[in-house]
């Protein structure tokens, strides 16, 4: 990889329609019994609309295959997230990413970076993460 520098953008990842039935099954697999994951008629008994929650890990890991995809697998030292916007079943979500601080180390660089979610022109998503990049 060659060295990132500040200012440097992420090459970033989509997510074409986020799966209502991959909720569900993430719901079991955490044993999360929050009905807004998989049931709409609790999303829009809410006023939220017909279409399902998605949970915040499955979010987090749209930012994560980003940076791998970018920086490669076991590279991120530190990822910072916060969720203002929920992101809803059947959204198109891309996760976008820039360096704003470039540090060398051996055998690399560290690179700070602000790193967020987008749908249309929200980010549901939105925080920073340091990842090591292999020279």
């Avoid at 719901?27 to 999360?32: K, N, S, W």
């Avoid at 008629?41 to 998605?54: C, F, L, Q, Y």
């Avoid at 979610?117 to 929200?122: A, D, F, I, N």
């Amino acid at each position: 990889m060659k060295a990132p520098q500040t200012g440097d953008t992420i090459p970033s990842w989509v997510m074409e329609s986020v799966s209502r039935a991959r909720m569900r099954t993430m719901a079991a697999i955490l044993r999360d019994p929050n009905p807004v994951h998989w049931d709409p008629k609790v999303v829009s008994a809410m006023g939220m609309g017909d279409k399902t929650i998605n949970q915040g890990p499955l979010g987090l890991s749209y930012m994560v295959n980003m940076l791998h995809e970018w920086a490669g697998s076991g590279t991120i030292r530190r990822l910072y997230m916060t969720f203002p916007l929920p992101v809803m079943s059947e959204d198109h979500i891309t996760a976008c990413g820039k360096v704003t601080a470039v540090e060398e180390t051996d055998g690399g660089w560290l690179a700070e970076c602000d790193v967020w979610l987008e749908r249309g022109e929200e980010r549901p998503l939105v925080g920073r993460a340091t990842v090591f990049c292999a020279a």
